[in-house]
């Protein structure tokens, strides 16, 4: 079958999309190279919040760059790391800021940029301190590090960060905040369909009829978990159960929740599927006190999503609601 | 094939996505039996923006009720519109407010519940004056008002009636700005699969692998124009050009551009229209301003996208970068 999509030479897509984005939100973004800055940067003497990844996922990572969210984010092509000096460019370009967070999506080459990109920085004596997100669980509650990716659960982490640099903070004190809030994340993904590579036509992680899989990863790694296709309430107790389990959800406490559209799949049944989730963490005397149903990082056209369970204090709470300037965060509330 | 969606009981789809909507954003939208409100009203010597529509085209319309935009939204079932007397229900709890703006998109189901609704409510002296959106141009520029349906045009003019709501203008200086709006917008979608009816699993629109359809409704309602599948930019240039066309821009007019996407079209593929049509209209000596790219009226799982042009002046320009407490309204800039 012809891969369907609205696209012109696929050696110019990830440009031609950044320059989209760019030509949506002015106010917003500006693009300097393959770095989406802010329009209007904050002050000097506040802490920078940058991260890095390929393209494909849009609106992540650039769509989060903004007040109060992302100072830049680094541009690789799609479903392809940026290399380090392009991430050095973008770190030079806050060497005078109060310092700098980096966050890094825990998948082999954005960790491989993110290490030699460091070790420069520190030779120029760029103030820049690293986290490391790997918050998926697909490969079991004990799996070394390395079968534990970075997926959309970076998104609220750096609202969270991003609030902190926006109110002056140190940088050890946003590594802390965002440490912190990374200490109680966990999300699991699942599919009922592959996609295609924009570039290349080729299938993403191929579905039976009747199947989905819980446990697929952001460029269609598969997580093992192939069963029937199940209704949203059976979907949500096994993921929701596992993810519970994860981050040691107890009675009492208060849970921020994301729903993470992949591509296809309907804000309608991501809407079923929070419900779902809100039921059964009240079960266990928990409560789901608001969150987010959304794409926030797509996966191409894969029909799924991620659910990301984020156990949260009022202070992180605030600091979710917090006012954003980036496109793609969601208003909470007035 | 089987239909593979995130669901329960299909007769309770549209309760449970409320549900779900209403858990994720309880700061925002308060659930009233099939009447979404916001969780915290305006002030009762403002005017109200209330509209109606069937669900399964989430986020819209529930997803805009929030500060700056919609009072309420008045739902029906899956792609069905509510009845006369649950509009009246949603219309009476407003009657003390300084006047009711009530959006109707033009479909046969939401006009005829409209129209009744505005009969009894008129009995009973509730003070409310209705606008029709019909920006579809896919029946030609000269065609027939029943044949140019309402599409997602509806949610920019609901920013900007909503905005001239919030600062306390009257209900027929409401109208008024949202009549100057509802005149310079044109709206024209083009759609690459079709989807299913997430009740019946009923294939709505069907597809060949090499074909897209410009000019397709927002139920499958074919529009006409059956073509090969373009590029990103002749798709633009296409649709461009007969957007500008019904709008009759001019050189030197300022564009507020919406790539809604209805599905499983990526927010990647949407940026690179979005460039495409940001260089056709500066070649015609127009400017898009900026503008959204986003998934703000979806058909299910449609693969494709709404192209909405909106001339706007400065004024409908601030309205929409005005601030809004909508869960789904994008951020133009702090």
Chains 1, 2 share one sequence.
């Not at 390929?54 to 769509?63: I, K, N, Q």
């Not at 998926?136 to 079968?147: E, P, Q, R, T, V």
């Not at 056209?301 to 496109?327: H, R, T, W, Y």
């Amino acid at each position: 079958m012809k891969m369907k999509k609205f696209i012109n030479a696929p050696e110019n897509l990830t440009i031609e999309l950044l320059e989209g984005l760019q030509a949506a939100y002015p106010n917003t973004l500006k693009l300097e190279g393959k770095v989406v800055v802010r329009a209007k940067p904050k002050s000097k003497d506040k802490v920078a919040v940058i991260t890095l990844g390929g393209a494909g996922h849009e609106p992540a990572l650039s769509g989060f760059v903004g007040y109060g969210m992302l100072d830049a984010s680094v541009v690789g092509d799609i479903f392809a790391a940026p290399n380090a000096m392009t991430l050095l460019e973008g770190l030079r370009k806050f060497k005078d800021y109060a310092g700098i967070l980096l966050v890094v999506l825990n998948h082999a080459g954005d960790v491989m940029s993110a290490n030699m990109a460091l070790k420069m920085a520190a030779r120029e004596n760029i103030n820049v301190k690293s986290i490391l997100v790997a918050e998926d669980i697909s490969a079991g509650l004990d799996s070394d590090i390395k079968d534990r990716r970075g997926l959309a659960g970076c998104i609220p982490l750096i609202k969270v960060a991003g609030d902190a640099a926006e109110q002056g903070k140190s940088l050890d004190e946003v590594l802390a905040v965002a440490e912190k809030f990374n200490s109680r994340i966990a999300t699991l993904a699942v599919a009922m369909t592959g996609c295609t590579h924009p570039q290349n036509g080729d299938p993403i992680a191929e579905l039976g009829e009747d199947e989905m899989e819980i446990g697929m990863g952001q460029h269609g790694e598969g997580g093992g978990g192939r069963m029937e296709v199940k209704s949203a309430d059976e979907t949500a107790k096994i993921m929701f159960g596992n993810l519970a389990k994860a981050v040691d959800l107890k009675a009492g406490e208060k849970v921020f929740l994301v729903i993470n559209g992949t591509g296809a799949c309907t804000p309608m049944e991501m809407a079923i599927v929070f419900r779902a989730c809100s039921k059964l963490a009240e079960e266990m005397g928990a409560k789901v006190e608001c969150g987010i149903i959304d794409e926030i990082l797509t996966v191409q056209e894969m029909a799924g999503f991620q659910m990301i369970l984020c156990v949260v204090d009022d202070e992180q709470l605030k600091a979710l609601n917090a006012k954003s300037g980036a496109p793609y965060w969601t208003c909470l509330g007035e």
